[in-house]
T-cell receptor, first 114, second 115 residues
Framework: AQKVTQAQTEISVVEKEDVTLDCVYETRDTTYYLFWYKQPPSGELVFLIR??????QNEISGRYSWNFQKSTSSFNFTITASQVVDSAVYFC???????????FGTGTRLQVFP | DVKVTQSSRYLVKRTGEKVFLECVQD?????MFWYRQDPGLGLRLIYFSYDVKMKEKGDIPEGYSVSREKKERFSLILESASTNQTSMYLC??????????????FGQGTRLTVV
């Protein structure tokens, strides 16, 4: 079976705080992709990153960083020095190359207060 | 620069009507998907397709069917619309081999209201 769990339903922080969004996945596919998408109040899905199953390198892009650990089936996302514009719902979908399914968790709503 | 296009942004239909939602992508992707998004439930997979004429049930296929007669077009059909199918519907496509593009692309969504 294929599953994505984002256990944090909602997180509230004050601007400039660091925040980590958790993502745990399950899949029987040996080759898969993990993504992070941001969905602001306007509704469109904004691509942030993709990681392939064979590439466990962590990534940093400005205030954003991602920690991919196959040993714990996790792909966590950290925002450093959060800003009000980071307020959105965040999803970490999983695509399995064997099953051809792209599945989502329930998302994490992040609210950043000034 | 539009990559995934859904035929309607808003639709209002009556209970019992047959409803067609169309999705077209211009990236030659094999893999296409239909989701519904409801508050607090994330995006739930209705149906997906990995090739022309190929379709697979997702997690919530009841009350829906799909058609993929051409590679670029993936249609979602509500055979007899019911009020519990009122939702936001999203179409997506992806390069399943991962060679040509990195991300999954999404349409702008169709907000369907069944009255």
């Amino acid at each position: 079976a294929q599953k994505v769990t984002q256990a944090q339903t909602e997180i509230s922080v004050v601007e400039k705080e660091d925040v980590t969004l958790d993502c745990v996945y399950e899949t029987r596919d040996t080759t898969y992709y993990l993504f992070w998408y941001k969905q602001p109040p306007s509704g469109e899905l904004v691509f942030l990153i993709r990681r392939n199953s064979f590439d466990e390198q962590n990534e940093i892009s400005g205030r954003y960083s991602w920690n991919f650990q196959k040993s714990t089936s996790s792909f966590n996302f950290t925002i450093t020095a959060s800003q009000v514009v980071d307020s959105a719902v965040y999803f970490c979908p999983l695509f399995g190359r064997g099953t051809d399914k792209l599945i989502f968790g329930t998302g994490t709503r992040l609210q950043v207060f000034p | 620069d539009v990559k995934v296009t859904q035929s309607s942004r808003y639709l209002v239909k009556r209970t019992g009507e047959k409803v067609f939602l169309e999705c077209v992508q211009d990236m030659d992707h094999e893999n296409m998907f239909w989701y519904r998004q409801d508050p607090g439930l994330g995006l739930r997979l209705i149906y997906f397709s990995y090739d022309v004429k190929m379709k697979e049930k997702g997690d919530i296929p009841e009350g829906y069917s799909v058609s993929r007669e051409k590679k670029e077009r993936f249609s979602l059909i509500l055979e007899s619309a019911s009020t519990n199918q009122t939702s936001m519907y999203l179409c997506a496509s992806i390069d399943g081999q991962g060679a040509r593009s990195t991300e999954a692309f999404f349409g702008q969504g169709t907000r369907l209201t069944v009255v």
